[in-house]
């Protein structure tokens, strides 16, 4: 479950707020996004995947929410950590991330197949 947005290193790019599938992030005038509805998480990583700030942190546990305390957690260098090991950005340079955008994809093709 999403626990933690790091201010300092948030680039307010609204990333995470795009690609979640919950509707987790609201986004703000200024500033990084704020996490309105923790609850409707579905710890999918998505948000931690797309976040190259390394500003997120999606806690493991997708229950319920535990504290997470933002000095503990980035000294135990686990921001970023879902997408280094995932692989996320291997092949950055050559082809783009763009999972999120499917759905119009999918409908690009379908329009075209008309």
């Known amino acids: 479950m999403i626990e933690?947005?790091?201010a300092e290193r948030c680039t307010a790019c609204d990333r995470c707020v795009e690609v979640c599938p919950?509707?987790?992030?609201?986004?703000?005038?200024?500033?990084?996004?704020?996490?309105?509805r923790p609850d409707d998480c579905q710890t999918c990583f998505m948000c931690e995947l797309y976040c190259t700030a390394d500003a997120l942190y999606v806690g493991p546990n997708a229950d319920h929410a535990e504290s997470?305390?933002?000095?503990?957690?980035?000294a135990s260098g686990l921001l970023g950590q879902y997408r280094r090991d995932s692989g996320w950005d291997e092949?950055?340079?050559?082809?783009?991330?763009?999972?999120?955008?499917?759905?119009?994809?999918?409908?690009?093709?379908?329009?075209d197949a008309r």
């Open 91 to 111: 092949w950055r340079d050559r082809y783009p991330n763009e999972q999120w955008l499917m759905e119009t994809v999918f409908r690009r093709a379908a329009e």
């Open 68 to 74: 997470a305390d933002q000095l503990v957690v980035l």
């Open 22 to 36: 919950s509707n987790v992030f609201e986004p703000t005038a200024a500033g990084p996004p704020v996490i309105a």
């Open 4 to 6: 933690l947005i790091v």
